[in-house]
């Protein structure tokens, strides 16, 4: 059995519910790829927040940085973003956030230590690295010291260079599992609690569609039993290559991805579904839980 709940730093405390939490992307960036632009105002951002968290979010990710990745789907990708602009991006969300909801978790999505350290000292509980194969000097201690929590997730090299530096081997699950193992390893001897370490498997950053539908099959595969996972395939460009549609109208595509997640880690792996789409994911897995209830009953017609 996996554990329902995490407490975490701030006294709030991350619940996974009965087949999965959702975590609510809150990007205050002008060039994400689903979403630039839509929040680029910190009351924006946090007024989005508020409404994402009442309606059930289990967490919310303040990112400040695209990290669209250079390659075919995506062209140039996204440019580098300086540290001070981050932090007036991020910093006022995190605080609004944090004084009109104290019960919220909230994580920021960043690969900066300074960023990182401010957030958490303005009330975040978990830092959200995309570059989790190779974290910055002074992240892990900083985590440790503030008795945070971290996401890792599997790029290999940075999103400007992922296309360029991944390459992998006929067993695509197997490579990936193996280098979120030795993050996974590396943070623990930092210090970190293995519940404080969350793995994501990066669908996205330097695989193909195929590998990327590969690793969504395999991800009770990825990591040890118990550990927690993310998945972030919400309105990705691998989900697009079946249908054809821009990423603001991959929903339903969206949901089935969260759908296999379930199917894949429920009552095995502690669960967080970062996702764009949040009230309608919301209600997705609401019908996963009530319909897979050990205690509902059933009637004849």
Do not use: W
Not at 37 to 46: D, E, N, T, Y
Not at 121 to 139: H, I, S
Not at 144 to 149: H, K, L, Q, S
Not at 167 to 176: E, L, Q, T, Y
Request: contains cysteine.
């Amino acid at each position: 059995m996996t554990f329902r709940s995490l407490p975490l730093r701030s006294g709030a405390s991350l619940d996974f519910g009965s087949v999965g939490g959702v975590m609510a992307i809150l990007n205050v960036t002008p060039d994400s790829f689903s979403d630039g632009g839509l929040r680029l105002s910190a009351g924006a951002a946090i007024e989005a927040g508020l409404r994402f968290a009442d309606a059930g979010a289990a967490i919310l990710d303040v990112g400040g940085e695209s990290t669209r990745p250079r390659g075919t789907a995506y062209g140039e990708g996204a440019g580098e973003v300086g540290a001070d602009e981050e932090l007036a991006r991020v910093l006022p969300v995190v605080e609004g956030i944090r004084a009109a909801r104290p019960s919220i978790p909230v994580s920021v999505d960043t690969r900066r230590v300074e960023v990182a350290r401010r957030a958490l000292d303005a009330g975040a509980d978990v830092v959200n690295l995309v570059t989790g194969l190779d974290p910055p000097d002074g992240l892990f201690d900083l985590v440790v010291e503030r008795d945070a929590a971290i996401v890792l997730s599997h790029m290999r090299g940075v999103p400007s260079t992922t296309f360029e530096v991944s390459r992998f081997g006929p067993d695509v699950v197997g490579d990936v599992a193996g280098d979120l193992a030795r993050a996974r390893r590396r943070a623990f001897v930092a210090g970190l609690r293995p519940d404080r370490v969350f793995v994501d498997p990066g669908l996205g950053f330097g695989k193909s569609p195929e590998q990327n539908f590969v690793l969504l099959a395999g991800l009770a595969l990825l990591a040890p039993e118990g550990a927690p996972v993310v998945l972030g395939a919400s309105r990705k460009a691998f989900l697009g290559s079946l249908s054809g549609r821009p990423p603001a109208e991959r929903l339903p595509e969206s949901l089935a991805a969260c759908a296999i997640a379930v199917r894949e880690l429920r009552g095995r792996n502690p669960l967080l579904l970062r996702v764009h789409d949040v009230e309608e994911t919301l209600r997705f897995l609401a019908i996963l839980g009530r319909a897979s209830s050990p205690g509902l009953a059933t009637s004849g017609s």
